[in-house]
């Protein structure tokens, strides 16, 4: 069992920027975890992928979020995150943090909707 507990959002104008952090315990886990990602969901719409990672292979980015977003993770302390500069209005939304428990995953933005483990989710609020 793999918990995932999420930080750093917060409100900002567009423009700005704000660091997502996930921390995914146990470390002794963690540190195990392949495929981990990000998605999102507004209210009223249907979650969206933003970034999926897998060891050893290409990043994932949703094309809304490709060159704005940067995945980042610190396996030693089982820490995922996510930097997002030149925030939008369209990027407000409630972002959760996912991990697949097993070695053998996809990292898809289809495939990172359908993780095991999910967080409780940070909220991102950007405004014009």
């Known amino acids: 069992q793999v918990q995932l507990v999420e930080s750093g959002g917060g409100s900002v104008q567009a423009g700005g920027s704000l660091r997502l952090s996930c921390v995914a315990s146990?470390?002794?886990?963690?540190?195990?975890?392949?495929?981990m990602g990000w998605f999102r969901q507004a209210p009223g719409k249907a979650r969206e992928g933003v970034v999926g990672?897998?060891?050893?292979?290409?990043?994932n980015y949703a094309d809304s979020v490709k060159g704005r977003f940067t995945i980042s993770r610190d396996s030693a302390k089982g820490t995922l995150y996510l930097q997002m500069d030149s925030l939008k209005p369209e990027d407000t939304a409630m972002y959760y943090c996912?991990?697949?428990?097993?070695?053998?995953?996809?990292?898809?933005?289809?495939?990172?909707?359908?993780?095991?483990?999910r967080g409780q989710g940070t909220q991102v609020s950007v405004s014009s």
């Open positions: 996912v991990a697949h428990p097993y070695s053998i995953c996809e990292h898809d933005l289809s495939s990172i909707l359908e993780y095991r483990y």
């Open positions: 146990p470390n002794t886990v963690a540190r195990g975890i392949v495929c």
């Open positions: 990672v897998k060891r050893n292979w290409p990043t």
